[in-house]
C-alpha cells in the first residue's frame, strides 16, 4: 500500500512480542516524553502517535525526521525499553518494471533487482534491509511491484528525496515510491 506521505514521517522499530506490548500499554507518556526529548534538541517535528506493527512499533511523527531526530527517538527508546534499537527502516515500492524478461521469459529475480539498484546512481550510499521482494501486479500483466526496505539512520534525507523519482531499467521507466511495511510478499509466482 502507498502511503499519502512519505514513509519517512514514520519511525519503524523492531522489538520482541513483550518488549512491544509493555512499550505500548504506556504510548501516552512515551509520546510526550518522545516530544520533550526533541524539544530538548531544537527539533521542529513532534511524535503523534506510537501503534503496533507485526514486530515492533511504529512512531509516527509530524514530519520526516532527519538523522538527529531517529538518533534521539532510538535513545529515548533505548532508555526506556532497555533493548538496542537499530531498526530504523523506510519502506519504498518501484512500480513498472516487467516482471518477465523479454529474453529469457524468466520472472525477476531479487538478486536482478539488487543489481539494478547498485548499478543506479540515485541508490548510492543506500544499504538495502532485506532482499528485494517482487510480486506480479495481476495474473494478466507482465509488470511487477518490487518492494525495498532501506536503512535510514545514516540517510533518511536522501531516502526522502527518493520518492517519486524515476530511473531506467532496461528500456522502461520505474518509479519509486513510498510504502507502507509489508512483509511476506511472495518471491515469485508462476499464473
Not at 514521517?9 to 513483550?18: A, E, P
Not at 532510538?74 to 532508555?79: D, R
Not at 541508490?123 to 536503512?151: E, G
Amino acid at each position: 500500500m502507498t502511503t499519502k506521505r512519505s514513509s519517512c514521517k514514520q519511525v519503524i522499530i523492531l522489538m520482541s512480542l513483550d518488549n512491544t506490548n509493555n512499550f505500548v500499554k504506556k504510548s501516552s507518556i512515551h509520546v510526550t516524553n518522545i516530544n520533550k526529548a526533541l524539544k530538548n534538541i531544537r527539533s521542529d517535528i513532534m511524535a503523534d502517535f506510537i501503534q503496533v506493527e507485526n514486530n515492533g512499533i511504529v512512531i509516527s511523527t509530524s514530519k520526516v525526521t532527519n538523522p538527529l531526530d531517529l538518533q534521539t527517538i532510538k535513545n529515548y527508546i533505548k532508555s526506556a525499553c532497555s533493548i538496542e534499537v537499530d531498526q530504523l527502516k523506510s519502506y519504498l515500492k518501484l512500480i513498472s518494471i516487467p516482471y518477465l524478461s523479454e529474453k529469457t521469459n524468466l520472472c525477476i529475480t531479487s538478486d536482478e533487482v539488487d543489481n539494478i539498484l547498485k548499478n543506479t546512481h540515485i541508490f548510492n550510499n543506500m544499504v538495502l534491509a532485506l532482499k528485494p521482494r517482487v510480486i506480479k501486479i495481476s495474473p494478466k500483466s507482465n509488470m511487477a511491484i518490487i518492494w525495498i526496505d532501506i536503512w535510514n539512520a545514516q540517510s533518511s534525507m536522501k531516502v526522502k528525496s527518493l520518492i517519486n523519482r524515476r530511473f531506467n531499467v532496461g528500456s522502461f521507466i520505474a518509479t519509486i515510491h513510498g510504502a507502507n511495511i509489508n512483509p511476506g510478499v511472495s518471491q515469485c509466482k508462476n499464473y
